[in-house]
Structure formats: C-alpha cells, structure tokens
C-alpha cells in the first residue's frame, strides 16, 4: 500500500471501529474529539449560556464534556449581569458555570471585565445622582469592578477578555462610548493594570471583531501600540471569528495573525462560527433591505448538502491556517455549542441558523468531520 495512504486507512478502520454510521455519522459519545485532534497545539473552547448544569442536557453535557478544554461565560461574568446596579452582585451564575468546568476539570475564559458600547454596559456606571459621572469617578468604579470579579475568580480563570470590542467599524478610530469620551484610552490601559494585579497569571485578552478586515486591523495596530508603549500589561488580541459563508478574508486574517504575532502578542480565536444565511446585507444600502430581510430564512427546514459541505471545506481550511500559526495562536473557540444554540438564530433578525460544528441535535456536521479528520 503507498505509504500516504495508510493513515487514511488506519483512520477509517478506527471510525468503523469507534461507530461512524455513514448514514447517521458519528454517535455524540464515540465521535474524536476535538480537544484530543489539536492537543499540544491549541486549546479548542466552547462558550455556553445559561445556568449550568440545567440548562444543557445530559447529551449536551457529554458533548461538552467531551470535545473541549476550555469554557467560555457566553453572558454570565458580563457587568450587566453581575453588577446590575453598584455594589450589588450577583455571582449565583457566573459561580455555578465555575463548579460545572471545576467538575468536568475544564479551564474557563473569562467573558469580560469591559465592554466599550455603552448599550452593554449598565447605564448606572456613567451616572452620579442626576449628574454625568465624572471621568475619576468611572474609573474608581471601573477599578472596584475588576478587583471583585477578577478577584473572585484569581487562579480560576485561565484568561479574561479584559476589554471588548473597543474599536469603532466606521470612521472614528475608538467606538465612540462615554468610556472613550470621559477617558480616551486612558480606561484601557488602567483595566489591564488592575486584571494583573488582581489575577497575575491570567492571560489578558483584547477582544473584537472584524479586525482581519484592513480598516480595522490598522486601528487595532494603533491600539496595541499605544497601550504597550504604555506598558499596559496585555498578552493576548481575541480574533472573534464570527465569518459568513464564501466571504472568509484569507490573506487579510493570515496579515493579521502575523501583525499581532511581531508585537509579541498571543492570537485567541475566541468566537467562531461560519453564517450560513447571510447577514451583511442587513446593514448594507442603509438598510433599503431591511424589511424584506427580516422575511429571509431560507434553511428553516433545514441546510442543504451542498451548502454544509461548502462549510466544511471552509472550516478545513481555517483549522489548517490555525495549525499553520500554532506557535502563535493558543486558543480556537466556538461561539455557542450547536447550530440551535447559536446567537446567529437571533441576530441581527429571527432565521435558522446552521453555523457550528454540530447540528441541533448535537450530533457532528460535515464540518466537524472536516475539521476532526487527520492531517493527511
Ligand atoms: O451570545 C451573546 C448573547 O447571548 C447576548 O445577548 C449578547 C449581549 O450580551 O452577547 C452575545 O455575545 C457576544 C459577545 O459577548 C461579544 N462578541 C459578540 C457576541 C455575539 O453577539
């Protein structure tokens, strides 16, 4: 037999083996695992919602258990649901999906200490009585926010997102935000002061999206370098990684992992899913195809073979490009669990969704075993 083949082969006889049904695929509990495929070269997560255990089922929970190392809080260690009002925390959920990776002896990713949009965060931090707060102010309350929840969680946490989505997608260079506007970048580079001195062995994360994209990425390099010129003690940037379908920017995502990586920084992918029902279009011709959008959903019964399988090769090929920067990139994680999981069911408008490596009833898609499957 010629030699390249034989892994292949080998492969095949253990799928069979393992319980690969080529009607049916894989059965959740014998699939391989994602965890075990790209051990020694990334840590592959999931983020979850929720209150855990509960509200995931028991084959959920095997799945979970089974294909990842890491776990992500898709809502619950946000500021908006642990200190909804100051001083006033709620850490019953944010705690509960810590027993459950305790158990499950999985590492946690914490899921973030500031979100620069002022939507996401809670309107009481920007007030003082009837008065705007003061830049002091916020930042004191910024301060004590960190040292509760990073302090809380110190040596329990294997990273934070310490600053989400800072960067603005159309012509200011920072998201405008009363952060910004009280601050400039000044809340950014004292957040990750305060992470570090709280929790000195997390890695620090720095997470956006869309900065594969040229105009986004030149803002991001402007950032980093502001904040380690500062010596902001940051170690990581989050690419998000939420891709359409036939619209990954190959070359720009490769620039940008190199860019991050020659100023010494890790690269997490930290929320990836692959849309299958297109969504750039909604706010494309300022919005002249808003209503008739809102109508689309054209996979409710379902997603075509054709289009599942164009998926997969699409999900082949990023896993590939993440091998290729393994020294570089240290974490891939799935935003949400399975396609009737995802937030992609829900934004920006109601449609089924088929985004993930798993379908909505937990079992593998073409994807999964198009990533899973060896290295030939
Ligand atoms: O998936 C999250 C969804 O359940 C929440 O309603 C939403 C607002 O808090 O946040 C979603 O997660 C976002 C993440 O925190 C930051 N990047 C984009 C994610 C998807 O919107």
């Not at 408008?349 to 490596?357: D, E």
Request: glycine share 4%; with cysteine; charged share 30%.
């Amino acid at each position: 037999m010629n030699k390249l083949r034989r892994p292949w082969a080998a492969w095949a006889l253990l799928c069979l083996a393992a319980g690969w049904n080529p009607h049916e695929g894989w059965a959740v509990t014998n699939a391989p695992s994602l965890r075990e495929r790209f051990a020694g070269r990334f840590l592959v997560g999931v983020a979850l919602d929720g209150r855990l255990p509960d509200a995931y089922s028991t084959a959920e929970q095997e799945l979970i258990a089974r294909q990842f190392d890491a776990l992500t809080p898709a809502n619950c260690m946000k500021m908006m649901h642990v200190q909804r009002a100051e001083g006033r925390f709620d850490f019953e959920l944010a705690d509960a999906f810590m027993a459950f990776a305790a158990r499950n002896k999985q590492k946690v990713c914490g899921h973030c200490l500031v979100w620069a949009k002022d939507e996401r965060t809670p309107a009481w931090i920007f007030r003082d009585g009837d008065q705007p707060v003061t830049r002091e102010k916020l930042l004191e309350r910024m301060r004590a926010h960190i040292e509760a929840v990073a302090g809380r969680y110190r040596g329990r946490v294997i990273s934070w997102d310490v600053v989400n989505e800072p960067l603005d997608d159309g012509k200011e260079y920072l998201r405008p935000s009363q952060w910004v506007a009280l601050t400039g970048e000044e809340f950014m580079v004292q957040a990750f002061e305060h992470a570090h001195r709280v929790d000195p062995d997390a890695i620090l994360v720095l997470n956006d999206y869309n900065i594969e994209q040229p105009a986004k990425r030149s803002k991001l390099l402007r950032l980093l370098k502001t904040l380690l010129d500062r010596k902001a003690p940051i170690h990581a940037v989050g690419i998000q990684g939420h891709f359409e379908l036939d619209a990954i920017p190959w070359q720009d995502l490769e620039d940008t992992v190199v860019a991050i990586r020659n100023l010494g920084l890790q690269v997490m992918i930290t929320e990836l899913d692959i849309d299958v029902v297109l969504r750039s279009k909604w706010w494309a011709d300022n919005g002249k195809h808003r209503a008739e959008l809102a109508q689309y959903n054209p996979f409710a019964k379902g997603c075509p073979p054709e289009v599942l399988q164009r998926q997969a090769e699409q999900y082949r090929r990023l896993f590939e490009l993440f091998c290729r920067y393994d020294k570089t990139i240290t974490r891939v994680a799935f935003w949400d669990l399975h396609d009737g999981r995802s937030w992609l069911n829900d934004f920006p408008w109601r449609r089924a969704n088929h985004p993930l490596l798993f379908d909505r009833e937990a079992r593998p898609k073409p994807a999964f075993e198009a990533v899973v499957r060896p290295d030939p």
